[in-house]
Nanobody, 124 residues
């Protein structure tokens, strides 16, 4: 059974930074595309960023492009989301997701495994 555990969320002021981590167990990270999604209170879940199994392909939502960076260390079975220049509208529960193949997509229905999420709150 694949398990994903996020960490690194918290409260930060606007303009600040946070780095989220997603630890993967039960499956070799090097064969798994990964993504980050977020869901603000009362809103639908939305795509944030995705990375292919060997980091060759990376995708970002327009709203985070230039501010967020997704990366991975397969030797550590961990994926990261570095978030800079945070805005109040970035406030949400951030979840990582894993796909059963190497290529990432923007669509949550393509991802089989999900973490429980970590809260990110950006104050103005």
């Amino acid at each position: 059974q694949v398990q994903l555990v996020e960490s690194g969320g918290g409260l930060v002021q606007a303009g600040g930074s946070l780095r989220l981590s997603c630890a993967i167990s039960g499956r070799t990270a090097s064969s798994t595309a990964m993504a980050w999604f977020r869901q603000a209170q009362g809103e639908e879940r939305e795509f944030v960023a995705a990375i292919s199994s060997e980091s060759a392909t990376i995708k970002y939502a327009d709203s985070v492009k230039g501010r967020f960076t997704v990366s991975r260390e397969n030797a550590k079975n961990t994926v990261y989301l570095q978030m800079n220049s945070l805005k109040p509208e970035d406030t949400a529960v951030y979840s990582c997701a894993a796909r059963r193949t190497y290529y990432p997509t923007l669509y949550e229905y393509d991802y089989t495994y999900w973490g429980q999420g970590t809260q990110v709150t950006v104050s103005s």
